[in-house]
């Protein structure tokens, strides 16, 4: 069965940091290309980052040069490292496992809400 199992979501105030991790299992997890999503209700799910089996990584413009994505190939997880964050950071992440367009899965979602 495949999963992919997102963490470490949680209310921050804004400035703050926090560390999303996706765990994935059931997938031959070193051939995907892996994705950060998120989406807030009202707005379409956004792009956040991408990472590549290789590690090159894009970024969406509104969260580059605080967000850092990451993965680990032999625990079959990338993390997600969230810096000054801000409150329209607020939104449920999801995380993402794509393979050629043709194998796509998502996670649960986890929430991050970045308020005072």
């Known amino acids: 069965q495949v999963q992919l199992v997102e963490s470490g979501g949680g209310l921050v105030q804004p400035g703050g940091s926090l560390r999303l991790s996706c765990a994935a299992s059931g997938i031959v997890f070193s051939v995907y290309v892996m994705g950060w999503y998120r989406q807030t209700p009202g707005k379409q799910r956004e792009l956040v980052a991408t990472?590549?089996?290789?590690?090159?990584?894009t970024y969406a413009d509104s969260v580059k040069g605080r967000f850092t994505f990451s993965r680990d190939n032999a625990k079959n997880t990338v993390y997600l490292q969230m810096n000054s964050l801000k409150p329209e950071d607020t939104a449920v992440y999801y995380c993402n496992a794509n393979r050629r367009n043709v194998s796509n899965f998502w996670g649960q979602g986890t929430q991050v809400t970045v308020s005072s």
């Open positions: 990472i590549t089996s290789g590690g090159s990584t």
